[in-house]
């Protein structure tokens, strides 16, 4: 299971590109809303998520996480125990953690970065704290993916695509899509 979390502020194409393609690609996909039952995104877009970060759960079941950026919502994200809560147990656990826009500077802050290849919305470097900073449009490091914005927000999805499911699944809903 995935866990896509939408704090009030998100950027809606950075979390809903990656549900849509998930989705396709079999993958079970949960939008939580953080502290709501209703999100607003940074458009000023109403989402009713599936759920509550207070009712998410912490176990074998879940996957990955992925944390959309967008302001205020990656400052949401970060503030929030449930989403802190979700990282850790993902860190310490050898599970997913996906990332875009300025959302991987929740991931530098924690120092799960370290010695690793990761990359984020510019001006953002300076917080993916031990990281190799590289500008690529989508990077993955281990158990780490991050992207660079809302542009490659359908190759984000793909990647992560890719990594939980198969390869061919990814190649596949890429030529569905139309996606060169």
Do not use: W
């Not at 502020?9 to 809303?33: H, M």
């Not at 917080?127 to 900073?133: K, R, T």
């Amino acid at each position: 299971m995935v866990y896509v979390f939408l704090a009030n502020g998100f950027e809606e194409i950075e979390a809903l590109a990656p549900v849509d393609i998930l989705r396709r690609s079999g993958a079970e996909v949960v939008t939580v809303g953080v502290g709501s039952d209703t999100i607003v995104s940074s458009h000023k877009v109403t989402f009713k998520p599936d759920i509550t970060s207070d009712q998410i759960t912490l176990g074998a079941e879940l996957e990955m996480i992925v944390l959309p950026g967008g302001m205020p919502g990656t400052l949401n994200l970060e503030a929030d125990a449930d989403v802190q809560a979700a990282i850790d147990y993902c860190a310490e656990n050898d599970k997913y953690l996906a990332a875009i826009c300025a959302a991987p500077s929740v991931l530098g802050h924690k120092g799960l970065l370290k010695n690793k290849k990761a990359t984020c919305f510019p001006g953002f470097e300076k917080d993916l704290i031990g990281a190799e900073p590289t500008g690529a449009p989508v990077e993955h490091d281990g158990k780490i993916i991050t992207a660079r914005g809302a542009g490659v927000c359908i190759q984000f999805g793909l990647k992560l695509a890719e990594v939980l499911i198969s390869k061919e699944k990814s190649d596949t809903v890429r030529s569905n899509m139309q996606c060169e």
